[in-house]
């Protein structure tokens, strides 16, 4: 369904499409895989990460660098700002609609089941906050998630709602655990892809196929998957996801989004409303609460255009580089820079803190070397301009496909001098 336009925007458009079109072309985009041979492919990806210039940049699982295009996205939306206001408005909400048919693309849904969110968490809340919950209600979910994805299940007790944490010894998520803490009052059951400190990825098929059985519904906790391996919502079945574009998908800080599967849009109620939820946004003398029948309902008043505009410049980089929902180049690049590194830190001392079961694996590795405390390791590391950080009682790196050999042996230098 094509998008209300607001009165005045057509001229706004030409006036402005000339000043867009020259900042659009600032940015040199990659090639595409298909152009390139097997060889040529990850040394093109290095080459629109800046960071590489100084840093060995392995801690993509907390906060990652900005790549290259992203950047340009956004030194050209400043440019914009800056010498043409609000009259370059509407190629910024044009932009944002290409970004949501690309993360919709990127993961088989539809445009209408993406919301932008400010982060994983908002993204989390709006179902935890938005479901119709009763007293006796119960969530399953895993003892050792970050703390995103337990507060605001946990918030849920005001409602009489109970948050069971299931314990899972050595990080590995036993299906069989999740599913015996589950009874006839469990509404949803929320699980990461990928734990953030022991980087065990679930196969989220079989976890989603399991809680569907019991009747409950799936939410996914996605910021350490998206952007590196390949998810299909329609295949997967999974009900809601959230995450964040400041990992893995090379994105700034503030730019995130869920997924609402379009059948459960209405049995959710959303708790903030605003201009832009509404299905005539832009008739602002004409006020009538009739609902857009979108997750975008939640994106209630002004975007993080800028933060957006950058994220979805990655995603275009990804995208080129051999992302999609069925597979994943990124994906086997990551896993053989992180097995790797897995040989050399064993071979240098090291003890891999958690199990690497081999179709569970990420590019999220947690390790120890044995009399060194992972803060001194870290900060030796931060001295050396690699990248690490604490969690999960030990040191964790967690590669890009962008990184090489020469990252992961900056990293063995570094613990065999300590």
Same mark, same amino acid.
């Given at each position: 369904m094509a998008r209300a336009v607001p009165r005045g925007v057509e001229s706004k458009i030409a006036a402005g499409s000339d000043f867009y079109e020259s900042h659009e072309t600032m940015a040199h985009p990659p090639r595409t895989s298909s152009s390139l041979t097997e060889s040529e492919i990850w040394p093109e990806f290095r080459r629109q990460m800046p960071i590489c210039r100084r840093w060995s940049y392995l801690d993509h699982a907390a906060v990652a660098p900005l790549s290259a295009p992203a950047a340009a996205a956004i030194r050209g939306w400043l440019d914009q700002a800056t010498d043409a206001g609000d009259t370059a408005w509407p190629q910024w909400e044009s932009r944002l609609e290409e970004i949501r048919a690309l993360v919709a693309r990127l993961i088989n849904a539809q445009p209408t089941e993406i919301t932008f969110t400010p982060n994983t968490t908002a993204g989390i809340n709006l179902v935890a906050e938005g479901l119709p919950w009763l007293d006796g209600d119960n969530v399953v979910t895993v003892a050792n998630e970050f703390p995103s994805n337990l507060y605001p299940w946990m918030n849920l007790s005001r409602q009489g709602v109970e948050t069971r944490r299931v314990e899972m010894p050595e990080g590995v998520i036993d299906i069989n655990r999740l599913l015996a803490a589950c009874d006839s009052r469990t509404r949803v059951v929320s699980v990461s892809w990928i734990g953030y400190a022991t980087g065990y990825r679930i196969d989220v098929a079989e976890v989603c196929a399991a809680v569907h059985e019991r009747g409950a519904l799936m939410f996914l906790d996605a910021i350490q998957g998206l952007g590196v391996f390949p998810l299909d919502?329609?295949?997967?079945? *999974?009900?809601?996801?959230? +995450?964040?574009?400041?990992?893995?998908?090379?994105?700034?800080?503030?730019?995130? %989004? +869920?997924?609402?599967?379009?059948? %459960?849009?209405?049995?959710? *109620?959303?708790?903030?409303?605003?201009?832009?939820? *509404?299905?005539?946004?832009?008739?602002?003398?004409?006020?009538?609460?009739? %609902?857009?029948?979108?997750?975008?309902?939640?994106?209630?008043?002004?975007?993080?255009?800028?933060?957006?505009?950058?994220?979805?410049?990655?995603?275009?980089?990804?995208?080129?580089?051999?992302?999609?929902?069925?597979?994943?180049? %990124? +994906?086997?690049?990551?896993?053989?820079?992180?097995?790797?590194?897995?040989?050399?830190?064993?071979? +240098?001392?090291?003890?891999?803190?958690?199990?690497?079961?081999?179709?569970?694996?990420?590019?999220?590795?947690?390790?120890?070397?044995?009399?060194?405390?992972?803060?001194?390791?870290?900060?030796?590391?931060?001295?050396?301009?690699?990248? *690490?950080?604490?969690r999960g009682g030990g040191v964790r790196i967690s590669p890009h496909a962008y990184n090489n050999e020469e990252d992961i042996q900056r990293l063995i230098t570094v613990l065999e001098s300590v």
């Open positions: 919502v329609v295949d997967t079945q *999974v009900d809601f996801l959230a +995450a964040d574009g400041h990992k893995w998908m090379l994105g700034p800080e503030g730019a995130g %989004l +869920a997924f609402i599967r379009h059948d %459960l849009l209405n049995q959710l *109620v959303p708790r903030s409303v605003g201009w832009n939820s *509404v299905q005539g946004r832009y008739s602002f003398d004409e006020i009538n609460l009739d %609902l857009r029948n979108e997750a975008a309902r939640y994106e209630g008043g002004s975007q993080n255009m800028v933060g957006f505009h950058g994220l979805g410049a990655s995603l275009e980089l990804f995208a080129r580089s051999g992302l999609t929902h069925r597979h994943s180049r %990124l +994906a086997q690049r990551v896993l053989e820079i992180s097995n790797l590194a897995c040989e050399r830190i064993q071979s +240098a001392g090291g003890t891999i803190r958690f199990p690497r079961k081999e179709m569970h694996r990420s590019g999220i590795v947690t390790f120890e070397l044995p009399g060194t405390d992972p803060s001194q390791l870290r900060t030796a590391c931060q001295k050396a301009h690699i990248a *690490v950080s604490c």
